[in-house]
């Protein structure tokens, strides 16, 4: 099955095919045909996971199968193409291929009605045919058409409502700031090519075999695998909604629910922190260690930044947008600080339990016509099973140990930066806190108490709603059970997991980093999710602390945090109104400078001289011309009148001309003899 994984993102390829020719005419109006290409490829990568895990495949390919062919030349050298299976590549085809599914099946009953149906389930076989493609690719050329496929592909779905402005301006916004990250990345491809003069990720003459070539002093006396690092990570910071570049992924929510469930809870957003474990080897390489450090810092701030945002808002979907900014910061901050393993084991289990928030969301949105949580309440009775779920994923969320997978991945990102860098884990801790007091705000404000508008006749969702989101439920709990001290699966194979080159740098910079049960990282891990719990429950569920006597005491810091620290705003006053001006200095310049003073003053200049060369022409030209005629035409009339017809005439002319000539001869020898004694006398 490993040699046929190619065809994992060819099946929602040609399904987006079908979708697009024959729309409503295709089984389900697309729907079914879209379904049933992510479940075989869903099939598929669970085949190749257990060939892979359990059939001792990794083994067997020495934790790499790779397949390469030529694609195109390019000067001198050639550019391939191909795929790559790791246990990477297995944890992501798990992940998208999974979300997918069940989100395409939900689908199925949140879109019933819309006119843009079809269309709808071709956008998302594209985006999974981008994304599957994205995590195989083993070749940077072949990675970053993927990505920014991805990129196309969010932005159609992000504004799929484009009637509405918000989705219109959210699509918009969500592209160019992502391209802004993207930037960064191309100019880390180009500048790994320069040096290591390869495109290809592994083999002998791959990007990873030749990064010495890299470690030699940059500018800033930087070493280039770290400026490599940095510009790669940019990348990451633009598709994964990093500080400074996050202000895209809360807007992004004007899209519909399934979209921010797929593509801004578990998959695109995922993107950039694979990328930096993709990547891992250049900052391994980094001597100096400023490329993780960076992202070490970013991640943390960014993990927190976001969280604190997370407890003023209203909107139901923008409080889960800022906890998945929050948890990407906990993905990029464990990186940053050693903890490849876990890092990329709470990418996995956050896929399974942010998918079913943001699902469990659209089942609330869908019940009840709103999105504002000020306006919910007691939908506890009134949706159990869209409430069940949606607590069983907010326990993992919060990181809660032993009976939900976000507990075991959360608590052993806590525990490598306990172990590597304790101020990045005092951050994660805070956020944990914050993390579990906004989500039980959350929770209380939207299923218990009294419904706070009366207008509002809630319902539970359709069974087609709730399979996905029981299905998610059971991963957001069990999930985690493989990365347990017992299981184990992305210890044993996620070390490895960029083949035997750099098997052994990675395990020496890993080794020691999980050290078993730490009593001290579980009590802080724990009692802080369980205080963020208890605070929330004393303000919300049972109000000990009234929140409307809190908030004058915060002040300004509330005010601060309710407008999202006016990083919006702050972008407004600067960089767009800055870009405003530039471009309209550059109209201006373009139609005072060039248009008036170039093009015009051309033209006049143009038009001056044509119209000179015009009188000179009428006047001398055609002057000379109309001369030469008008002799022309003087000397023929003149001449007409000879030309009678009569012959008399013609004789009397003749004889004339003979007297005439023959008086001029005569008269001719006269002079001629006269002139002759003349001519002696001065001799």
């Known amino acids: 099955m490993i040699e046929h994984a190619w065809l994992i993102p060819l099946l929602p390829v040609i399904a987006f095919g079908l979708v697009l020719l024959f729309g409503r005419k295709a089984p389900g109006n697309g729907a079914y045909v879209a379904i049933a290409a992510i479940c075989a490829s869903l099939a598929m990568s669970l085949a190749v996971a257990f060939q892979w895990f359990l059939g001792g495949a990794s083994a067997a390919h020495n934790g790499l199968y790779s397949v390469t062919i030529q694609w195109m030349p390019v000067g001198s050298q050639m550019i391939d193409m191909g795929f790559s299976i790791d246990a990477l590549s297995v944890v992501m085809l798990l992940v998208v291929t999974i979300v997918a599914s069940l989100v395409q099946i939900y689908s199925i009953g949140y879109m019933h009605g819309d006119p843009r149906y079809p269309r709808y389930f071709a956008y998302h076989s594209l985006f999974a045919a981008a994304m599957l493609t994205l995590v195989i690719a083993n070749n940077v050329v072949l990675m970053f058409m993927s990505w920014e496929l991805v990129g196309l592909t969010s932005y159609l779905l992000i504004g799929f409502w484009f009637e509405r402005p918000s989705a219109m301006r959210a699509a918009k916004k969500a592209f160019l700031v992502t391209r802004v990250g993207d930037v960064g990345f191309l100019a880390g491809i180009i500048l790994i090519y320069l040096k290591t003069g390869s495109l290809n990720l592994f083999g002998d003459a791959g990007v990873f075999e030749n990064l010495t070539r890299l470690d030699v002093i940059g500018p800033w006396g930087l070493p280039l695998t770290a400026?490599?690092?940095?510009?790669?990570?940019?990348?990451?910071?633009?598709?994964?909604?990093?500080?400074?570049?996050?202000?895209?992924?809360?807007?992004?929510?004007?899209?519909?629910?399934?979209?921010?469930?797929?593509?801004?809870a578990a998959t695109m957003v995922a993107a950039g922190v694979y990328l930096v474990a993709r990547m891992y080897p250049v900052y391994l390489a980094d001597s100096s260690g400023m490329a993780l450090q960076v992202v070490a810092y970013v991640g943390a701030f960014t993990a927190l930044f976001a969280a604190t945002i997370g407890i003023a808002q209203n909107d139901i979907k923008r409080v889960l947008a800022y906890s998945t900014v929050s948890q990407l910061g906990y993905m990029i901050m464990s990186l940053g600080v050693f903890g490849y393993v876990a890092g990329m084991f709470h990418l996995f289990t956050h896929a399974f339990f942010k998918a079913n928030l943001f699902l469990g969301s659209g089942s609330v949105i869908h019940g009840t016509g709103t999105q504002d949580i000020r306006e919910m309440g007691g939908l506890k009775k009134k949706m159990p099973w869209t409430y069940w779920t949606f607590l069983i994923s907010t326990l993992s969320l919060c990181g809660i140990p032993f009976v939900t997978a976000g507990g075991w991945s959360k608590e052993e990102i806590l525990a490598v930066a306990w172990h590597t860098n304790r101020v990045v884990f005092v951050v994660g801790v805070l956020g944990a806190f914050t993390t579990a007091f906004y989500m039980f705000r959350l929770v209380y404000k939207?299923?218990?108490?009294?419904?706070?508008?009366?207008d509002i006749h809630a319902h539970e969702s359709p069974r087609v709603m709730l399979v996905p989101l029981v299905i998610l439920a059971f991963l957001a709990i069990f999930a985690g059970y493989v990365g347990t001290p017992w299981a184990n699966v992305f210890e044993r194979n996620l070390v490895p997991v960029l083949g035997h080159h750099y098997e052994q740098v990675l395990e020496n910079k890993l080794a020691g980093m999980h050290h078993g049960f730490n009593l001290t990282v579980f009590l802080f891990a724990t009692g802080s999710a369980l205080l963020g719990i208890f605070m929330a429950t004393i303000i919300w569920l049972k109000p000990v602390l009234r929140i409307e006597?809190?908030?004058?005491?915060?002040?300004?810091?509330?005010?601060?945090?309710?407008?999202?620290?006016?990083?919006?705003?702050?972008?407004?006053?600067?960089?767009i109104r800055g870009l405003m001006a530039a471009a309209w200095l550059a109209f201006a310049f373009d139609k005072w400078v060039i248009d008036y003073a170039i093009v015009n003053g051309v033209g006049y200049l143009t038009r001056l001289a044509s119209d000179l060369w015009g009188w000179f022409d009428r006047t001398f030209v055609d002057g000379l011309v109309n001369i030469i005629g008008w002799i022309t035409k003087t000397t023929g009339s003149a001449l007409r009148y000879l030309q009678t017809g009569v012959a008399q005439h013609y004789i009397f002319l003749l004889v004339s001309a003979l007297v005439v000539i023959s008086l001029a001869v005569i008269a001719g020898h006269i002079r001629e003899e006269a002139w002759i004694p003349i001519a002696g006398f001065y001799r």
């Not at 939207?446 to 009366?454: I, N």
Request: net charge negative.
């Open 227 to 264: 400026i490599a690092g940095l510009l790669l990570f940019c990348g990451a910071v633009g598709k994964s909604a990093q500080f400074p570049l996050h202000v895209w992924l809360p807007d992004a929510m004007e899209g519909p629910t399934p979209v921010s469930a797929l593509i801004h």
């Open 549 to 575: 006597k809190l908030e004058p005491s915060f002040g300004w810091l509330a005010k601060l945090v309710e407008n999202k620290y006016y990083i919006d705003e702050i972008y407004q006053a600067t960089i």
């Open 446 to 454: 939207t299923f218990y108490g009294e419904p706070r508008k009366h």
